[in-house]
């Protein structure tokens, strides 16, 4: 089967589920949780097979700029679904699904750059799924906090969207928002550490930058992690600091990649 196939069937059940919690949010009704865990599960099965064509090679495993950005995606919505059935994260799908469709379609569609095939042992796999389940937690904590961030906005303006009225409390959100960074924040030490572990020199001329950001990044949300225990810290100057560190991670691994692919052709 040509991946081009799962990946538009992803992307129209993506543009589906956003489009029927989209209009009923805009109702000011409470969308059927049912549903969109059935049209975002759906979507999500077609976007794994696109993946699983796209990545599996006889080579090894081919993680390009695209197919990285599409597996990504694909970890962050399997983890908002699955946490779906214990808390009320339901909203982030509003932002996350139409991120699957881009990037499965982008995958599917547009040519990869000069990234050459994985073939190496379980430690450095370990190591590449830890990386991308931490970026996967940290990237459902940046969206979670920008909807913290206008959620809050509308509240102190008194002019609450249809969205912002199916969310749950200001507290619950931000409580959500340390849910996420505390567990991402594990993986992303794991990650760290089963680098240092199983890659053979992390300072390598192809990894340096990347692991230098990830270790201020990793630095940036240990100081938020621990105002929020010893000040309190929380708001906007908590919103900041997870925007600061996921900027960073984003610049690590789709920065250094971008460069190396496409501009330097290494």
Same mark, same amino acid.
């Given at each position: 089967m040509h991946p081009l196939l799962p990946s538009l069937l992803a992307a129209f059940l993506y543009a589906g589920? &956003? *489009?029927? =919690? /989209? $209009?009923? @949010? *805009?109702?000011?009704? &409470?969308?059927?949780?049912?549903?969109?865990?059935? /049209? !975002? !599960? $759906? +979507?999500? @099965? +077609?976007?794994? &097979? +696109? $993946? @699983?064509? =796209? $990545?599996?090679t006889p080579a090894g495993l081919y993680l390009d700029f695209f197919n990285a950005a599409s597996l990504i995606a694909a970890a962050v919505i399997l983890l908002t679904i699955v946490a779906i059935a214990r808390i009320p994260i339901e909203n982030l799908l509003l932002l996350l699904m139409p991120l699957g469709a881009l990037t499965v379609l982008a995958a599917a569609l547009v040519p990869g750059g000069t990234s050459q095939a994985i073939n190496e042992g379980p430690g450095i796999l370990a190591h590449i799924l830890l990386s991308i389940l931490a970026y996967g937690l940290l990237t459902m904590a940046v969206f979670q906090a920008l909807l913290l961030l206008l959620q809050d906005h509308q509240l102190k303006h008194k002019h609450p969207s249809g969205l912002i009225k199916n969310f749950p409390a200001l507290q619950t959100m931000e409580s959500l928002l340390f849910g996420f960074l505390w567990a991402g924040w594990c993986l992303l030490s794991l990650s760290l550490i089963s680098g240092w572990v199983f890659v053979d020199n992390l300072f390598a001329q192809h990894l340096a930058h990347k692991t230098i950001l990830s270790c201020i990044a990793w630095i940036v949300f240990s100081v938020l992690l621990w105002g929020r225990h010893q000040l309190g810290w929380r708001g906007h100057k908590a919103i900041r600091w997870t925007l600061a560190g996921f900027c960073l991670l984003m610049l690590a691994y789709f920065g250094s990649k971008l460069v190396r692919e496409f501009i330097l052709h290494v």
């Open positions: 589920t &956003t *489009g029927y =919690q /989209g $209009l009923r @949010l *805009g109702q000011r009704i &409470t969308p059927d949780k049912r549903l969109l865990i059935l /049209g !975002g !599960g $759906l +979507a999500l @099965l +077609a976007h794994c &097979t +696109a $993946l @699983l064509f =796209q $990545l599996v």
